[in-house]
């Protein structure tokens, strides 16, 4: 059974550029959760998608952010106009369903953003 | 609203020494907490987990955790560690509200000397 896949593993942008970050979650799991972690911190949610619909984007800064989950294919961070402060490791977290011992996250390798 | 402390941010040991990493959050109820690790250029593996019942956790590569509610913690112990055990360590709690997103610490960074 193939984990979280996230890719690219390494992204680098010029400042104004967009960068786009996929999430494939694990086989079965239809709940996906994005983290960033800024470099000396720990992870801080993002966002909280299933299938076709945001469930909780209380994490998100409130421009240039937005992330989907379409019907068919991955989850997708989307970054407009990336700045300096964006650098950071984003992750991608499945699980399949919300609560209980069933709501355990499990994460994948991450993505690291270099904005130049 | 939820927040995790870790206070170690770097710890350092010699192999074979015991190891004890401290986790508090910050207020009650009913609490999801888990203890994950990050090796060096991989990404974050689920250490353990605490849902209910017996209080003191068994995870894997022998780590433990003991969940005690009066003092709100969850400490992470290996009796024994490895230098393979040199990884960034994270606690985290599931929030309570209807998201259940995790809200994690800051990370200890271990390092295990041979």
């Known amino acids: 059974n193939a984990g979280v896949m996230q890719n690219p593993r390494h992204l680098v942008r010029r400042r104004g550029q967009e960068a786009r970050l996929r999430c494939s979650p694990m086989?079965?799991?239809?709940?996906v959760y994005w983290y960033r972690q800024l470099p000396e911190e720990g992870l801080k949610f993002m966002v909280y998608l299933q299938k076709e619909n945001i469930i909780d984007e209380s994490g998100m800064p409130k421009e240039r952010f937005s992330a989907e989950f379409p019907k068919e294919g991955p989850s997708i961070l989307r970054i407009q106009q990336v700045v300096r402060g964006d650098s950071a490791a984003y992750f991608c977290?499945?699980?399949?369903?919300?609560?209980?011992?069933?709501?355990?996250?499990?994460f994948g390798p991450g993505t690291r953003l270099t904005v130049l | 609203a939820q927040s995790v402390s870790q206070h170690n941010h770097h710890v350092i040991l010699s192999e074979a020494a015991s190891l004890e990493l401290g986790c508090n959050y910050s207020?009650?109820?009913?609490?999801?907490l888990f203890w994950y690790v990050q090796y060096p250029g991989q990404h974050l593996q689920l250490l353990l987990k605490y849902f209910s019942g017996d209080p003191l956790v068994k995870g894997i590569k022998g780590f433990e955790a003991e969940f005690i509610k009066s003092k709100f913690s969850f400490n992470l112990r290996k009796p024994s560690v490895q230098w393979s055990d040199t990884a960034e360590y994270f606690c985290?709690?599931?929030?309570?509200?209807?998201?259940?997103?995790?809200?994690f610490g800051t990370g200890t960074l271990l390092a295990v000397q041979p």
């Open positions: 207020y009650g109820g009913t609490v999801n």
């Open positions: 977290a499945s699980s399949p369903l919300e609560t209980g011992i069933g709501g355990t996250q499990y």
């Open positions: 086989k079965g799991h239809s709940h």
């Open positions: 985290a709690v599931k929030d309570g509200g209807a998201t259940n997103k995790l809200i």
